[in-house]
């Protein structure tokens, strides 16, 4: 009988202990960009999320864009900035022909769904502040936004900490 108590309470607290944890495992949302006029709201996806420091992250791209996507390569781009809280970039963004993704065929009608998959290097954790922002845009080479979503990040340190003082 007393083994039996001590299994249930050992097991009681590992499964106390655990809940925490679970605190941790963030999904990071998007929401629109501050800029004016408002691009399309893009609809991206984080994968792994919570990102890595040092690590790749595939980032999924999806949406609707209001204006025609022009089939001469070059002409848009797919940019991925980390940005700091007053929007400065903290590393040079990330940037690819948006044409030349896997899935995108240009042109592309304005109002057409896309959906496409960029894998995003992340920049190193002694680089990234406590808290900082991803943008993922869609510019074309007069640098209009054509689409775009932002995010707040908090850093794997930082999440932490700031789970434990609540």
């Given at each position: ?56 992250v595939a ?33 040079d963004p ?29 920049p190193e ?42």
């Open positions: 009988m007393k083994q039996i108590f001590v299994f249930i309470l050992l097991t009681s607290l590992l499964m106390v202990n655990a809940i925490p944890y679970q605190l941790y495992k963030r999904t990071t949302n998007f929401g629109a960009c501050p800029v004016d006029p408002p691009p399309s709201l893009l609809t991206v996806k984080l994968s792994p999320d919570p990102i890595v420091p040092g690590k790749t980032v999924t791209i999806s949406g609707k864009l209001a204006v025609e996507v022009p089939a001469e390569q070059g002409s848009t781009l797919a940019q991925v900035p980390f940005l700091d809280t007053d929007y400065v970039p903290i590393i990330f940037s690819t022909d948006f044409c030349t993704c896997d899935g995108i065929k240009c042109p592309i009608p304005a109002g057409t769904e896309f959906n496409t998959v960029v894998n995003v290097p992340v954790s002694a680089v990234l502040p406590p808290q900082f922002e991803i943008a993922v845009a869609i510019v074309n080479g007069a640098g209009d936004f054509l689409g775009c979503a932002l995010s707040d990040v908090l850093s794997s340190a930082s999440r932490k900490d700031f789970f434990l003082r609540k």
